[in-house]
T-cell receptor, first 115, second 114 residues
Framework: GAVVSQHPSRVICKSGTSVKIECRSL??????MFWYRQFPKQSLMLMAT?????????EQGVEKDKFLINHASLTLSTLTVTSAHPEDSSFYIC???????????FGEGSRLTVL | GESVGLHLPTLSVQEGDNSIINCAYS??????FIWYKQESGKGPQFIID?????DKRQGQRVTVLLNKTVKHLSLQIAATQPGDSAVYFC?????????????FGTGTQLKVEL
């Protein structure tokens, strides 16, 4: 199957700093990418839908100014957690899809720890 | 539906036994469902999917059953192996025909005992 790569896989940062997480589709072009957040022992919660070349669509309750999403190319979407706080510590997972009904491919996740 | 629980329900089975993991989904209009396996510290891994025009689909050692009347999905794993130990999530594609966002269920921790 297709490969979606996330980087970094683990990141530790100080409170108040910003962190960028990259999501790349390695062998296909993804018109749509999704960002999920997962707290320990809980399910994946959709944060936003990112379409190449347009603004991301955020789910209710997700602060768009705090979680900046950029999908500048068909193979790369980035999630920037701005002014991170300890409560932002979580597992962030991206997924990518070629077309509207195409199969979703998930990345391996990025674990963010904010001290 | 959204997950609000603070812990995952756990299913413990003996190696070699069959496992049945259940899931209740939220939206009667959803027309596509997927089961994912997630190992600790990793992203979800596709297992099997089913469309709403079917009530059963079989894969290798896995079977998914769909009961639209009661909005219920189940994943059956035959001859469960230690490598099957993971968290299993059902997901529904909603709204159908547009948006195509996956909503994940609460998840079930499967533990395979030797």
């Amino acid at each position: 199957g297709a490969v979606v790569s996330q980087h970094p896989s683990r990141v530790i940062c100080k409170s108040g700093t910003s962190v960028k997480i990259e999501c790349r589709s390695l062998d296909f072009q993804a018109t749509t990418m999704f960002w999920y957040r997962q707290f320990p022992k809980q399910s994946l919660m959709l944060m936003a839908t990112s379409n190449e070349g347009s603004k991301a669509t955020y789910e209710q309750g997700v602060e768009k100014d705090k979680f900046l999403i950029n999908h500048a190319s068909l193979t790369l979407s980035t999630l920037t957690v701005t002014s991170a706080h300890p409560e932002d510590s979580s597992f962030y997972i991206c997924s990518a899809r070629v077309t509207g009904d195409g199969e979703l491919f998930f990345g391996e996740g990025s674990r963010l720890t904010v001290l | 539906g959204e997950s609000v629980g603070l812990h995952l329900p756990t299913l413990s089975v003996q190696e070699g036994d069959n496992s049945i993991i259940n899931c209740a989904y939220s939206n009667s209009a959803s027309d596509y469902f997927i089961w994912y396996k997630q190992e600790s510290g990793k992203g979800p891994q596709f297992i099997i999917d089913i469309r709403s025009n079917m009530d059963k689909r079989q894969g290798q050692r896995v079977t998914v059953l769909l009961n639209k009347t009661v909005k219920h999905l189940s994943l059956q794993i035959a001859a469960t192996q230690p490598g099957d130990s993971a968290v299993y999530f059902c997901a529904e594609l909603y709204p159908p025909g547009g948006g195509n966002k996956l909503t994940f269920g609460t998840g079930t921790q499967l533990k395979v005992e030797l």
